[in-house]
């Protein structure tokens, strides 16, 4: 079993950074595909990034170049770096894991980030 907690989300001017992290229990961190999705108001629920458990790391093309994800293995911690944010990046943010033996899907209850001026 895994438990995910996002945190870090908030209220930041258009061209601001966030830095959302994603603490997770459980002994099986490790073999965990971690990935960020996003839901904004009145769409879908949408892939942002997501990191595999030998680093290799991938980005929806929107968010290149201005979003980073990492994780530590050794902390069971994952994070989103977000830059030059945009006001069409306004979502709830949230953290998955996919165990890779399993298929086992894991969902935190997700932070809020608003980008407005």
């Known amino acids: 079993q895994v438990q995910l907690v996002e945190s870090g989300g908030g209220l930041v001017r258009p061209g601001g950074s966030l830095r959302l992290s994603c603490a997770a229990s459980g002994s099986i961190f490790s073999r965990n595909t971690m990935s960020w999705y996003r839901q904004a108001p009145g769409k879908e629920r949408e892939w942002v990034a997501d990191i595999n458990t030998g680093g290799i790391t991938h980005y929806t093309d929107s968010v290149k170049g201005r979003f980073t994800i990492s994780r530590d293995n050794a902390k069971n911690m994952v994070a989103l770096q977000m830059d030059n944010l945009k006001p069409e990046d306004t979502a709830v943010f949230y953290c998955?894991?996919?165990?890779?033996?399993?298929?086992?899907?894991?969902w935190g209850k997700g932070t809020l980030v608003t980008v407005s001026s």
């Open positions: 998955r894991g996919r165990d890779v033996l399993y298929g086992t899907l894991y």
